[in-house]
């Protein structure tokens, strides 16, 4: 079935220090990727997300690559800050007409002051 | 704007004892509305999914089950629970198929 691995599970960096969390997806059809920043005791909360039709997309201190043909996507985060330690998720959603998120496990960042 | 309602927070049931969970959309209309679980360290289960009301789809066979007697209400129900049950469920909804799905501040079940 539908498959998405996250890598690594946990990160730490220092305080300024850029972080990447990588995942690739099993689904050829997959053309939508989430990524999901999950703080304690809450929800997750969408920070960037792209589509099958772009390579690139970024927003401020964060980005998301993506290579289709060996199917993997990555998040990228610059100039960290310790508020940006969190467990991040991506996910792959299928072609249109079905509704479900394939999510990774997780990474936990912790980001060292 | 929208915003995604979750209750109770947190939540101590004994085995066997029934389940109610609710989750109510504000700020749209005929939204899709899901339910996840989340086990501890782990990603997010899909469970149940609504595109419309008295429209339900399960991904996965339980003992739990899902209404939504609204349009912006979507309810996760058992009649009894089981230990196995314990975890972090989530409620989510976008706008259609294959857009960005928000989600709630979670409860957080636990099973005694």
């Known amino acids: 079935g539908e498959n998405v691995e996250q890598h690594p599970s946990t990160l730490s960096v220092q305080e300024g220090d850029s972080a990447v969390i990588k995942c690739t997806y099993s689904d050829s059809a997959s053309n939508y990727f989430p990524w999901y920043k999950q703080e304690l005791g809450k929800g997750p909360q969408l920070i960037i997300d792209?589509?099958?039709?772009?390579g690139e997309k970024k927003d401020q201190r964060i980005a998301v690559t993506l290579n289709k043909t060996a199917k993997h996507f990555s998040l990228h985060i610059t100039e960290t800050q310790p508020e940006d330690s969190a467990v991040y998720f991506c996910?792959?959603?299928?072609?249109?007409?079905?509704?479900?998120?394939?999510f990774g496990t997780g990474t936990r960042l912790k980001v060292l002051a | 704007s929208q915003t995604i309602h979750q209750w109770p927070a947190t939540l101590v049931q004994p085995v066997g004892s029934p389940l109610s969970l609710e989750c109510t959309v504000e700020g749209t209309s005929n939204p899709n509305l899901y339910w996840y679980r989340q086990a501890a360290g782990r990603g997010l289960q899909l469970l149940f999914y609504s595109v419309g009301i008295g429209q339900i789809s399960s991904e996965v066979p339980q003992n739990l089950s899902a209404s939504r007697p609204q349009d912006r209400q979507f309810i996760l129900s058992s009649k009894k629970l089981l230990l196995s049950d314990s975890g972090f469920y989530l409620c989510a909804w976008s706008w259609t198929a294959n857009q960005p799905q928000h989600f709630g501040d979670g409860t957080r079940l636990s099973i005694l």
């Open positions: 996910a792959a959603s299928q072609a249109s007409g079905t509704y479900k998120y394939i």
């Open positions: 792209i589509r099958s039709n772009v």
